[in-house]
Antibody, heavy 120, light 112 residues
């Protein structure tokens, strides 16, 4: 069965960076686009970025440009997301999500989420 | 690029039908048949309920149905059940220069 297991909660100070991971299993990791979506406390979902199956192309929401980097390691079937220059507004639950294949423009499986708290 | 517009809340009694709207623009909802809907219970990850406007993933009840007219997509839940109480989000692929996907503002469904 498809599983996306994310790394544990993080507490960071303003100005720091955070790197989250998402380990995939139960399917061919290298066949699917992978996305990151975040949700601030009590707020809606916000798309952050996507990486292609081979890992050589990414696209990011303009609101995160320059601060976010999404990578993937096919040898370990793991997706990563690094976010820099953190502020309190980056406090949120971050989700990884799989896009069905062939590219179907939706998110059919989600990780359990990782809470990132930014506080001095 | 603003979020797609959804009503903040919708309620209904068990057995009734409710409809949630999702309004966008010609750059997203109106321009592509890539509208999807997600159900999110408190503290849980979102779950795909509808994709490509009206298709249901395997295992999703046929009480959930989707449609689209112009720039507005809709999710209908028929035969409302207690377990349907959750937040619902629409999403669409977008040709915006600032992002590739946009979500709706979210709708809280309450079963009375």
């Amino acid at each position: 069965q498809v599983q996306l297991v994310q790394s544990g909660a993080e507490v960071k100070k303003p100005g720091a960076s955070v790197r989250l991971s998402c380990k995939a299993s139960g399917y061919t990791f290298t066949s699917h686009f992978m996305h990151w979506v975040r949700q601030a406390p009590g707020q809606g979902l916000e798309w952050m970025g996507v990486i292609n199956p081979s890992g050589d192309a990414t696209s990011y929401a303009q609101s995160f440009q320059g601060r976010v980097t999404v990578t993937r390691d096919s040898s370990t079937s793991t997706l990563y997301m690094e976010l820099t220059s953190l502020t309190s507004e980056d406090t949120a639950v971050y989700y990884c999500a799989r896009e069905p294949t062939p590219a179907r423009k939706n998110f059919d499986f989600w990780g359990q989420g990782t809470l990132v708290t930014v506080s001095s | 690029q603003s979020a797609l517009t959804q009503p903040a809340s919708v309620s209904g009694s068990p057995g009734q039908s409710i409809t949630i709207s999702c309004t966008g623009t010609t750059s997203d909802v109106g321009g592509y048949n890539y509208v999807s809907w997600y159900q999110q219970h408190p503290g849980k990850a979102p779950k795909l309920m509808i994709y490509d406007v009206s298709d249901r993933p395997s295992g999703i009840s046929n009480r959930f149905s989707g449609s689209k007219s112009g720039n507005t997509a809709s999710l209908t839940i028929s035969g409302l059940q207690a377990e349907d109480e959750a937040d619902y989000y629409c999403s669409s692929y977008t040709s915006s220069s600032t992002l590739s996907y946009v979500f709706g503002t979210g709708t809280k469904v309450t079963v009375l």
